[in-house]
């Protein structure tokens, strides 16, 4: 019996110590090796999201950008037109013969003044039409009375004339 108590104390020795060995050398490769690997993932991981996050700061940039550009352009695009209003509207008191079919250069840009409607001091037709870059904006005015007194019906910007040829 001593034979086989010995025999089985030495048989779960040796598999203790295995075990042990297996679970020593699986310890050492699970808590010294993974920090590097889930520190490594962990900086990957936060690298691609802050990527992401810089690429959609700077797409939204770029995009607010061209938006206010577009918005600027537009403003100086009316700015011309009713520019070329107020000039027409003078040439028209200076002469009310004046035909329009003119441009006008403000600064670097040009507006236009399209053919005036109508004939002599009464009920004439005034449109004016301002580009700047992509952005065109147009003045359709309408006028009761030239002289003595200026007096304009209506002012309204419109997108295609309707007016004038």
Known sequence: MMIRFSFIHRAVKFYKDALHTITFHFSLFTFHSSPGYILLVTVLVIG??????????????????????SITESNHALANAQGCADYGLLKLRQSPSYAGNEFLTIGTQQCEILSIGGIGNNNRVLCTEGKVGDSVRRLEIVINQILPETKIYSWQEVSVFSLCQ
């Not at 939204?60 to 938006?67: F, T």
């Open 48 to 69: 691609a999201i802050g990527s992401v996050i810089v690429s959609s700061l700077l797409i939204l940039g770029i995009s607010a950008n061209q938006v206010s550009l």
